[in-house]
Structures are given as structure tokens and as C-alpha cells.
């Protein structure tokens, strides 16, 4: 797994989430921190002063991971230059990508940054975005576990099936949801179909089924996901520099995030036929 590491307090959330989910698969986890390309920075700015502290940040955030998680494989990875191209060129090999929602400035309310959204619109890897300060709370049984947003798609049966299986590793019930208001399309895949894969491959998994005709997709998912341990949404845009190429309920949701988000970009190995 791979996740970034922008500012040690903002971040730290995002940290956490990755740690933890890194020593519960058993797998090792990458920090990275990018600073700024070296043509960027101000004339007379004395570089090595920039890497150098580029390197201590890493230390103290691989320093704190490793005495929270002792038995978690760490390593670190400091890159000079743009972050999101770090993020997108080590995307092919990762497993999965984790970083923190983008911050917005409190005094305006504007967005700081979209490297979330570059980096959910470009990876060929699955990313989460992580809100700030999100916190590991008491499991709530009405609310809590995976969330899934579905519209019928074929990308939405994709990330039905991941949420599915994050739900089942962590040993979480899963909550999927549905709107069906008038503007919804019709659906490719129908539900029934849908729940049935699911069962096929998880027969003793607890599974919600919420069909809404009175909210959006957005609306839906955030009134679920306050509380959850992740939200799971298939990426339906198309790979640009701008992330008005996002769907708009995913551009909506990464932008402010109810839990942690974790936006499917490419498509899961075949589904089970039961024999």
C-alpha cells in the first residue's frame, strides 16, 4: 500500500487509516513525501534545507507508524517533485493508494488543493481519501461497517463486489444503497442479480439493501456513511487532468467525505459461478 504523507498533522488521519489496514491484510506499507521540484522553489532557496526537511518529517511519521504498529513492514519514499505524479506513477504496482481529502482554506471555504480528486480521476490503482480527523470510534451496529453506492452500472457492480470483499476481510456487515428517484437511469445490472453475486461469494456476510426514492446518491451516501468505517463508489469519469471529468456524486463525495472513501478504478477479477 502506498500512502501520502502531505503535512504531519493534517495527514495523519490518512496515516493512521493505511497503517491500520496494512497490518490487518499483513501487507507493507510506503510513506511518501513530495517536495517541490528544485526549478519551482525561489531563487537563492537553499535545497538541501528542503529535502533535508522533507526527511525529517518522514522519519517522525515512520517513527510514530512503527511504535503503534511494530509488526507492520514500513518503508519510506521521498520524491522531488509534484505529489499526484508521484502518486500516479507508482500507481500500476500499488495495491492501493491512500491519501488525505483535500483541505479547504477556512477563512474563504475554497478547496487549497485537489490532489485527491487528480489522483482518484488518474490511478489505475484503487485510492481512498481519508477526511480530516477521522477517528476509529465504538462499532455502531445500525450505522457502522461498509456502505456501498450502487446505480446499476457495471462499474457499480465492480465496486459492489470490492465492498463486499472489504466488508468480509474486516469482518463488517455491509450496507448498500440505492436512489431511485425519477432521474435515476435505468439500471444494466439489476438488483437482484446484484445481491446475488454477493451472496454466492459471502453466504454468512450481513447485508443491508437500502433503495431511497426520496434522496440523490449523494444525500444517500453521506446520510449513511456519517459513522461508517468506509464508503465504497465506482469511478465513473474518464482519465484528465480536471476533475469536472469525475461523476458528480464522486467529485461531491471526495471533496468533503463522510468516512473514509474508497473510489474503485479498475475492474475486479471475474465473479465466482458458484461451483
Not at 451496529?141 to 457492480?157: E, L, T
Not at 465513473?236 to 474503485?264: F, K, N, Q, W
Request: glycine share 8%; hydrophobic share 45%; with cysteine.
Amino acid at each position: 500500500m502506498l500512502v501520502a504523507v502531505r503535512e504531519s498533522v493534517a495527514d495523519r488521519s490518512a496515516v493512521d487509516w493505511a497503517a491500520r489496514r496494512a497490518e490487518s491484510r499483513a501487507v507493507p506499507l510506503t510513506l511518501l513525501h513530495a517536495v517541490p521540484d528544485p526549478s519551482l522553489m525561489p531563487p537563492g532557496t537553499a535545497y538541501e534545507e528542503v529535502v533535508s526537511a522533507g526527511r525529517e518529517l518522514l522519519n517522525r511519521e515512520a517513527a510514530r507508524v512503527t511504535l503503534e504498529h511494530p509488526g507492520l513492514r514500513l518503508a519510506t519514499y521521498l520524491y522531488c517533485g509534484d505529489v499526484v505524479e508521484a502518486l500516479l506513477g507508482l500507481s500500476a504496482a500499488a495495491p492501493m493508494i491512500v491519501v488525505g481529502a483535500d483541505r479547504r482554506d477556512l477563512r474563504t471555504g475554497e478547496f487549497k488543493d485537489s490532489v485527491a480528486l487528480q489522483v482518484a480521476l488518474n490511478s489505475s490503482a484503487p485510492v481512498v481519501v481519508v477526511p480530516p480527523a477521522y477517528t476509529y470510534g465504538p462499532a455502531n451496529q445500525d450505522k457502522g461497517g461498509a456502505v456501498v453506492g450502487i446505480d446499476g452500472s457495471g462499474m457499480s457492480q465492480v465496486a459492489l463486489i470490492r465492498g463486499a470483499e472489504e466488508a468480509h476481510s474486516a469482518a463488517l456487515h455491509l450496507t448498500v444503497v440505492v436512489a431511485s428517484g425519477p432521474l435515476t437511469e435505468r439500471m444494466e445490472v439489476t438488483a437482484s442479480t446484484m445481491l446475488q453475486d454477493v451472496r454466492v461469494r459471502y453466504p454468512h456476510m450481513r447485508v443491508s439493501w437500502i433503495v431511497d426514492d426520496a434522496h440523490s446518491p449523494v444525500q444517500l451516501l453521506n446520510a449513511y456513511g456519517r459513522g461508517s468505517d468506509l464508503v465504497v463508489i465506482g469511478r465513473h469519469g474518464t482519465g484528465a487532468r480536471s476533475g469536472m471529468s469525475l461523476g458528480r456524486v464522486t467529485r461531491t463525495l471526495l471533496l468533503d467525505p463522510p468516512c473514509p472513501t474508497l473510489i474503485v478504478t479498475r475492474r475486479q477479477p471475474g465473479l465466482p459461478d458458484g461451483s
